[in-house]
């Protein structure tokens, strides 16, 4: 069964300093997915990762994905106080559904 | 653009109600699906429906919960009779044929009392 746990879990820090959440699944995934979630808000869909090496920006923030070590990082490079929310990865393994797993999400929060 | 739509944005009931909420999905999308947030909580997976009926369904979506597509547009959720542990932000999304990424709705916060 697909498992997908990310760390940290809280996150905060200064405006202007560079930080990486990281994302781990258990078993094969062939598609890894970075959202964002303001407070009360849906998901807004930041990266879809399709392949070992991936490596996508936008901004700010750059995602990449090994799957040999079954790791995706969320790097925030001179975080500013717009970043703040809360970021979740999702894995699925294809097959039939397409179903995501999500983790446990990161709550972001960047001080002035 | 496109978009998936949802209503009631929040719907109150009390324990033992039933109620349904509603969802359009993309027009071309052929994969629905309802996610469950319980509040601070992750996101977890419900349903998956596909071609007229259920594909997958988590131990979370019992007896008490149904989906319908009703009209060749909507796509409904359906608890029977609500439980306190229902109150929860439900969302629906949708995935086209051949395609990465499903599309989420801005979700219906059901409150339960």
């Known amino acids: 069964e697909l498992k997908v746990e990310q760390n940290p879990l809280f996150l905060s820090m200064q405006e202007g300093k560079n930080y990486t959440i990281y994302c781990n699944y258990s078993?094969?995934?062939?598609?890894l997915y970075w959202y964002r979630q303001d407070p009360g808000k849906s998901l807004e869909s930041l990266f879809v990762l399709l392949s070992n090496g991936a490596v996508k920006q936008e901004g700010r923030l750059m995602a990449s994905l090994d799957t040999k070590a079954r790791l995706s990082t969320l790097h925030i490079t001179a975080a500013v106080h717009d970043l703040s929310a809360t970021y979740f990865c999702?894995?699925?393994?294809?097959?039939?559904?397409?179903?995501?797993?999500f983790g446990t999400g990161t709550l972001l929060a960047v001080q002035p | 653009e496109p978009e998936v739509t949802q209503t009631p944005s929040h719907q109150v009931t009390q324990m033992g109600q039933e109620v349904i909420l509603r969802c359009v999905p993309i027009s071309n999308h052929l994969y629905f699906y309802w996610y469950r947030q319980i509040l601070g909580q992750k996101v977890e997976f419900l349903v998956s429906f596909y071609n007229n009926e259920i594909s997958e369904k988590s131990e979370i979506f019992d007896d008490q919960f149904s989906v319908e597509r009703p009209d060749g547009s909507n796509f409904t959720l359906k608890i029977r009779s609500t439980k306190l542990e229902d109150s929860a932000m439900y969302f629906c999304?949708?995935?086209?044929?051949?395609?990465?990424?499903?599309?989420f709705g801005p979700g219906t916060r059901l409150t339960v009392l």
């Open positions: 999702a894995a699925t393994y294809g097959g039939a559904t397409n179903k995501l797993i």
């Open positions: 999304a949708s995935l086209a044929a051949m395609a990465n990424e499903q599309f």
């Open positions: 078993t094969t995934s062939d598609r």
